[in-house]
Every structure is written in structure tokens, then in C-alpha cells.
């Protein structure tokens, strides 16, 4: 059983476009994240939900927009891509025990995204 | 941002050789991770070390940590060929909410 998957694997689109990127976990954690890795595959933090709750939210364009319609589940919509936006997104999960206090994340495979 | 940093950048073995990758790290820290990216896939997490340990082992994986020096290594013994990855440190900052990723080390084993 697959514990973070995430949806599609590959999303090639034209700029301008709306589209969306699914995530689900089945290990019971109840955060979850949204990270970017350029093509230098540096990792930067988009998003974290707590049970439900926004907890992060980084300097992002608000094209960008997380859903989360239960703690197993946060979607990423995003309008409007733009050239930029190319990279891989990744979903991860973790049980995190207090501040600070970070457990491991267990990561999806990625959604390569390529804007034409 | 309070980012690992790894050093070396780039590595490359012979199979059966060991691999030493060394962290830095700017402030105080509740635990330093460690994770292995192959290519094409997500990270996978390897060892977490707290702040009030000095060294972990996990099967041919030795993780030190010296917080005087702010600084942690990552010792893999008698490398694969599958072991061929990126190698990414993460800290956790007590009073943050996130891991701070490094920018990760790429190691080839060459068999």
C-alpha cells in the first residue's frame, strides 16, 4: 500500500491554464505539506496543514491555493500557471508531537510539472 | 532561513568504498534528519537524531552529531551501487514549525 500518493505523476500544460494536483495519505498523520524542488533540487516549504488547519503558508503567489478536505487529503490548485511554475511538487506527511518537535515525513513520488 | 547546508555537494566512489557527508547548521536544534532522494522519487527518511544524542546507526549508516560545532555527518559503509542518491539534511528549530531542508548531496557509487 502506497502511504503518500499523489496525482498525476506527470502534468505537462500550456501557460495560462488551471490545474490541480491531488494528495492522500493513509498513515493517520495529521500533517500534511506542500513542498517546490527547482531543477537544482532545492526543497522549499509551500504549505503545512495541521488536522485541517493552514499552519504554513509561505511566500507563495496566491495562484497558489491548498485544499484539505480531511487530514488525509491536501490538494494544490493553481491558477494561471506560469512558465515558473515548472518544477516538482512534492506531498509529504508527518506525525508532529509539538513544537519543534518534527517527526519524520514520509514523502509522495512527486507531480512533475512542465509549463509549455 | 535556518537551511542544513551539506558538504560536499557531489561525491563519487567506487562500490564498496565508504561515503562521508557532513551538515551545518546555523541556531539550536531539536533534531537533525537525514533522507535519501533517488531519482524520479520522493525523499525517503533515513535517521532522526536528537539534539542530546551524538551518533545513530542504522544498518550501514552511521549519523554523528556535534552540537558545539552545529554540524552532523552522515557515514554510509561499504557502498552499492543503490546507493547511488541525493542526500538531503533537515533540521527542526525548536519554536519553528517546519524542517529546513539543505540543499542536498549527490552521491554516484560506481560499480
Known amino acids: 500500500d502506497t502511504a503518500v500518493s499523489q496525482t498525476p505523476k506527470y502534468l505537462v500544460t500550456q501557460m495560462g491554464n488551471d490545474k490541480s494536483i491531488k494528495c492522500e495519505q493513509n498513515l493517520g498523520h495529521d500533517t500534511m505539506y506542500w513542498y517546490k524542488q527547482d531543477s537544482k533540487k532545492f526543497l522549499k516549504i509551500m504549505f503545512s496543514?495541521?488536522?485541517?488547519?493552514?499552519?504554513i503558508n509561505e511566500t507563495v503567489p496566491n495562484r497558489f491555493s491548498p485544499k484539505s478536505p480531511d487530514k488525509a487529503h491536501l490538494n494544490l490548485h493553481i491558477n494561471s500557471l506560469e512558465l515558473g511554475d515548472s518544477a516538482v511538487y512534492f506531498c509529504a506527511s508527518s506525525q508532529n508531537t509539538g513544537r519543534g518537535n518534527f517527526q519524520p515525513q514520509h514523502f509522495g513520488d512527486g507531480t512533475r510539472l512542465s509549463i509549455l | 532561513s535556518q537551511q542544513g547546508e551539506e558538504d560536499p555537494q557531489a561525491l563519487s566512489i567506487q562500490e564498496g568504498e565508504n561515503a562521508t557527508m557532513n551538515c551545518s547548521y546555523k541556531?539550536?536544534?531539536?533534531?537533525l534528519q537525514w533522507y535519501r532522494q533517488n531519482s524520479g522519487r520522493g525523499l525517503v527518511h533515513l535517521i532522526l537524531?536528537?539534539?542530546?544524542?551524538r551518533e545513530k546507526h542504522s544498518g550501514r549508516l552511521r549519523v554523528t552529531l556535534d552540537t558545539s560545532k552545529k554540524s552532523s555527518s552522515l557515514l554510509i559503509t561499504a557502498s552499492r551501487a543503490a546507493d547511488t542518491a541525493s542526500y538531503f539534511c533537515a533540521t527542526a528549530f525548536y519554536g519553528n514549525n517546519r524542517l529546513a531542508f539543505g540543499k542536498g548531496n549527490q552521491v554516484v557509487v560506481i560499480p
Open positions: 537524531i536528537r539534539s542530546n544524542e
Open positions: 496543514y495541521n488536522n485541517k488547519e493552514l499552519i
Open positions: 541556531t539550536s536544534i531539536n533534531n
